[in-house]
């Protein structure tokens, strides 16, 4: 048989077993159930039928039979191994013909299963491409969000029509956001604009700014030689415009009851015409001083104050006092008690006293009286400036009746003073009632003015004479018209100027 093409006869070879009987192998029957059969099969099957033919020869060898029986049985045992051998070879073939042909199928079908997987890896790595993406853009921080937009409400009512109706995107959402950022960036390029526009008239106002200031800071030193090369004018004219000013401010320094006779001898003047003349005459500086160890003095700090530091006036070209270019330094109690009780206020009021007959004011000048504040005693003193009269020709003494102004006006101040001092002719200013009354320091007398009255009227029998003596209310009231003082006064100087 050449390769499997030719079909064997059956062939019946009898064998005898071990008993001696004959068994025959039908070859043929199973060559035609092999054809039936897998190669796997017939494998399996030719293989075992060789396990018997080994075993039965085997057998018969050891049972010794007859030797041409054994030859006969043996050559008909090898025949059919031969047979089972050649099965064996078909059996090989059809598998080596089947893996071939599975290895033909294997390679024809492994082709389009590497095109697949190829298609599939290809899938997987765009899969995992088009998740990265998706979740960069899920993970995407916008600056939209950190950006104040305008609302959709503003951008519809406000927007430029050519910007409403642009299209950016397919997708409605966003075509509205990018429409609105581009909204929000014409609006900001449009404040930018504005903004250039407001710093540059900035600039240009701080640089006007800056010269007014520089006009400004130049003016009081104008202002400052205006008012010097007007001194002359204004005294040649008469008009002390200048020394008013420096009165004026000067009086919020005084002393309440200074104060007080300043305001009516400025208000009587500006009522009554310019028979009379005002002026404050001292240091300011150390008016301030004392102002400001009184302000301390009350809160109850320190005593030993340090004046601020003051502006300095331009002196007059009259008055040719020369001002102390560092502030001087006001005291305390200590240095009170050393300038004693008769201690001046550094401000003084005079009062220029003119003849109401004449026109001419400089040589119409009568008298003038210089008012001084005693701070320790609080009493006002009055006296005549510039003059060696004693006590005898002042013509301030008994001005009202019983007020020579030797003894203190009221009990407090001589408690103060107590009987040893007393106000005597060297001292040129005296403390008058009537000054008092002018300066608003009312007092009551020692005595009751109708019991005094009462006594003296029981003593002289006489009713008038008590009148004489004590003053009456309305000689007190009289004390405090300012015009009544003005009139007694001007008619004793021009007695005095008289008899001179």
Same mark, same amino acid.
């Given at each position: 048989?050449?390769?499997?093409?030719?079909?064997?006869?059956?062939?019946?070879?009898?064998?005898?077993?071990?008993?001696?009987?004959?068994?025959?192998?039908?070859?043929?029957?199973?060559?035609?159930?092999?054809?039936? !059969?897998?190669?796997?099969?017939?494998?399996?099957?030719?293989?075992?039928?060789?396990?018997?033919?080994?075993?039965?020869? #085997?057998?018969?060898?050891?049972?010794?039979?007859?030797?041409?029986?054994?030859?006969?049985? #043996?050559? !008909?045992?090898?025949?059919?191994?031969?047979?089972?051998?050649?099965?064996?070879?078909?059996?090989?073939?059809?598998?080596?013909?089947?893996?071939?042909?599975?290895?033909?199928?294997?390679? @024809?079908?492994?082709?389009?299963?590497?095109?697949?997987?190829?298609?599939?890896?290809?899938?997987? $790595?765009?899969?995992?491409? $088009?998740?990265?993406?998706?979740?960069?853009?899920?993970?995407?921080?916008?600056?939209?969000?950190?950006?104040?937009?305008?609302?959709?409400? !503003?951008?519809?009512?406000?927007?430029?029509?050519?910007?409403?109706?642009?299209?950016?995107?397919?997708?409605?959402?966003?075509?509205?956001? *990018?429409?609105?950022?581009?909204?929000?960036?014409?609006?900001?390029?449009?404040?930018?604009?504005?903004?250039?526009?407001?710093?540059?008239?900035?600039?240009?106002?701080?640089? +006007?700014?800056?010269?007014?200031? &520089?006009?400004?800071?130049?003016?009081?030193?104008?202002?400052?030689?205006?008012?010097?090369?007007?001194?002359?004018?204004?005294?040649?004219?008469?008009?002390?415009?200048?020394?008013?000013?420096?009165?004026?401010?000067?009086?919020?320094?005084?002393?309440?009851?200074?104060?007080?006779?300043?305001?009516?001898?400025?208000?009587? &003047?500006?009522?009554?015409?310019?028979?009379?003349?005002?002026?404050?005459?001292?240091?300011?500086?150390?008016?301030?001083?004392?102002?400001?160890?009184?302000?301390?003095?009350?809160?109850?700090?320190?005593?030993?104050?340090?004046?601020?530091? #003051?502006?300095?006036?331009?002196?007059?070209?009259?008055?040719?006092?020369?001002?102390?270019?560092?502030?001087?330094?006001?005291?305390?109690?200590?240095?009170?008690?050393?300038?004693?009780?008769?201690?001046?206020?550094?401000? +003084?009021?005079?009062?220029?006293?003119?003849?109401?007959?004449?026109?001419? *004011?400089?040589?119409?000048? *009568?008298?003038?009286?210089?008012?001084?504040?005693?701070?320790?005693?609080?009493?006002?003193?009055?006296?005549?400036?510039?003059?060696?009269?004693?006590?005898?020709?002042?013509?301030?003494?008994?001005?009202?009746?019983?007020?020579?102004?030797?003894?203190?006006?009221?009990?407090?101040?001589?408690?103060?003073?107590?009987?040893?001092?007393?106000?005597?002719?060297?001292?040129?200013?005296?403390?008058?009632?009537?000054?008092?009354?002018?300066?608003?320091?009312?007092?009551?007398?020692?005595?009751?003015?109708?019991?005094?009255?009462? @006594?003296?009227?029981?003593?002289?029998?006489?009713?008038?004479?008590?009148?004489?003596?004590?003053?009456?209310?309305?000689?007190?009231?009289?004390?405090?018209?300012?015009?009544?003082?003005?009139?007694?006064?001007?008619?004793?100087?021009?007695?005095? #100027?008289?008899?001179?």
């Amino acid at each position: 048989m050449e390769d499997g093409d030719a079909t064997e006869e059956a062939v019946v070879v009898p064998v005898s077993n071990c008993d001696g009987d004959e068994q025959l192998f039908p070859h043929s029957s199973r060559h035609r159930d092999s054809e039936e !059969e897998s190669p796997h099969e017939l494998l399996r099957n030719t293989k075992t039928s060789i396990e018997n033919i080994v075993a039965e020869i #085997l057998s018969l060898k050891n049972k010794g039979k007859p030797k041409p029986l054994l030859t006969l049985r #043996l050559r !008909e045992i090898l025949t059919q191994t031969f047979l089972h051998f050649v099965t064996l070879r078909q059996a090989n073939r059809s598998i080596l013909l089947e893996e071939d042909h599975a290895r033909r199928e294997t390679e @024809r079908a492994k082709a389009p299963l590497e095109l697949t997987t190829q298609q599939l890896h290809n899938l997987v $790595y765009e899969k995992s491409h $088009y998740v990265k993406a998706i979740k960069a853009c899920n993970d995407f921080k916008s600056k939209y969000a950190n950006i104040e937009v305008v609302s959709e409400d !503003e951008f519809f009512r406000d927007a430029p029509r050519d910007m409403k109706g642009s299209v950016l995107s397919n997708h409605s959402g966003h075509n509205l956001v *990018l429409k609105r950022l581009n909204f929000e960036l014409f609006q900001r390029k449009e404040l930018c604009k504005h903004h250039d526009k407001l710093e540059q008239k900035r600039k240009t106002l701080l640089e +006007t700014i800056a010269n007014r200031k &520089k006009f400004l800071s130049s003016l009081p030193s104008q202002l400052k030689s205006l008012k010097k090369a007007s001194l002359p004018v204004q005294n040649q004219l008469g008009v002390q415009h200048a020394k008013k000013l420096k009165w004026h401010h000067s009086a919020e320094l005084l002393p309440p009851p200074l104060y007080v006779i300043y305001s009516q001898l400025l208000a009587q &003047k500006e009522a009554f015409g310019g028979s009379i003349d005002v002026e404050i005459i001292g240091s300011i500086k150390d008016a301030q001083a004392f102002a400001c160890h009184q302000t301390h003095k009350d809160t109850g700090t320190s005593t030993t104050v340090e004046s601020p530091k #003051l502006e300095n006036d331009e002196p007059d070209e009259e008055d040719g006092q020369r001002q102390s270019k560092r502030p001087r330094r006001f005291q305390g109690n200590e240095s009170l008690d050393q300038t004693g009780i008769f201690q001046i206020h550094p401000l +003084t009021v005079n009062l220029h006293v003119y003849d109401d007959e004449v026109s001419d *004011l400089e040589s119409a000048k *009568l008298i003038t009286l210089k008012f001084e504040y005693l701070m320790q005693l609080n009493i006002i003193c009055v006296g005549i400036e510039a003059s060696n009269d004693g006590p005898e020709n002042d013509i301030l003494c008994n001005l009202f009746p019983d007020d020579t102004g030797l003894e203190l006006p009221h009990q407090s101040a001589k408690l103060c003073v107590g009987d040893a001092t007393m106000f005597n002719g060297d001292r040129t200013s005296r403390p008058y009632k009537w000054a008092q009354h002018l300066a608003g320091i009312d007092f009551l007398p020692e005595v009751a003015p109708l019991l005094l009255a009462s @006594r003296e009227t029981s003593d002289s029998g006489e009713s008038t004479k008590g009148e004489d003596v004590i003053p009456s209310f309305s000689q007190y009231h009289q004390q405090n018209r300012l015009q009544t003082v003005l009139q007694k006064i001007r008619s004793r100087r021009k007695a005095q #100027l008289a008899l001179q």
